[in-house]
């Protein structure tokens, strides 16, 4: 499939705004995929697609996810509003033909992460959370970490959208907390250091 050929079915399923973000993030991770040394066209075609089922209905995304035994159903105990990632991993496989795993779960854990992320997994989490449109509290210090380890970059948006979730007495996605607890071990003293 052609970028052109990409670009249009995403055109046709988001809205001009959210097709915004996806251009910014699809960008934001091609160039961390040539810094870290992952394959750009891995990192485009899946930051293309990560947000394709963001305006599936609530009842379209649970019954895609109930269908699919691949789909870990934890995702069904949690806020609808993150069904949309593993549905569009099902979306690129069943309607596009994509069947590189590591695209596809990019795709499904773009949103919230789980342990033992890829590299390309790690891109795409990563440039949604960076991407030069978010402005939350917090992210330009990401940006900040993602100019020079891309671990700590993570851990840090990872525990970022922890707290926020906290914050609100929201339930947190247990694979983000795994994925929180494998990198905090290998950058948890780096990330302190930093912040001292
Ligand atoms: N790890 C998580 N566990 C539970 N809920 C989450 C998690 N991450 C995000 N959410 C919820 O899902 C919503 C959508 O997340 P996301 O797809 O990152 O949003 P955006 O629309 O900004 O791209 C968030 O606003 C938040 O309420």
Do not use: C
């Amino acid at each position: 499939m052609t970028k052109e050929e990409v670009l249009k079915i995403i055109k046709e399923r988001l809205p001009e705004k959210r097709y915004e973000h996806t251009l910014r993030v699809t960008d934001t991770a091609i160039v961390l995929a040539e810094k870290y040394g992952e394959d750009p066209q891995k990192a485009e075609l899946a930051s293309l697609l990560h947000d394709i089922a963001k305006y599936f209905s609530e009842q379209e995304l649970y019954e895609t996810i109930t269908q699919h035994p691949e789909v870990p159903n934890t995702f069904l105990h949690y806020h609808p509003s993150i069904w949309h990632a593993p549905v569009g991993a099902v979306y690129a496989q069943e309607h596009l033909g994509i069947l590189d795993m590591d695209i596809l779960n990019a795709i499904t854990y773009h949103t919230t992460g789980r342990e033992g992320m890829s590299l390309l997994e790690k891109i795409v989490f990563l440039a949604d959370y960076i991407e030069p449109g978010r402005h939350f509290p917090g992210v330009d210090e990401v940006r900040t970490l993602a100019e020079s380890d891309l671990d700590q970059a993570v851990a840090k948006a990872l525990a970022n959208t922890i707290q926020y979730l906290v914050g609100k007495y929201a339930s947190v996605f247990p694979d983000t907390i795994h994925a929180y607890n494998d990198l905090v071990t290998k950058v948890g003293k780096e990330l302190q250091l930093k912040e001292k």
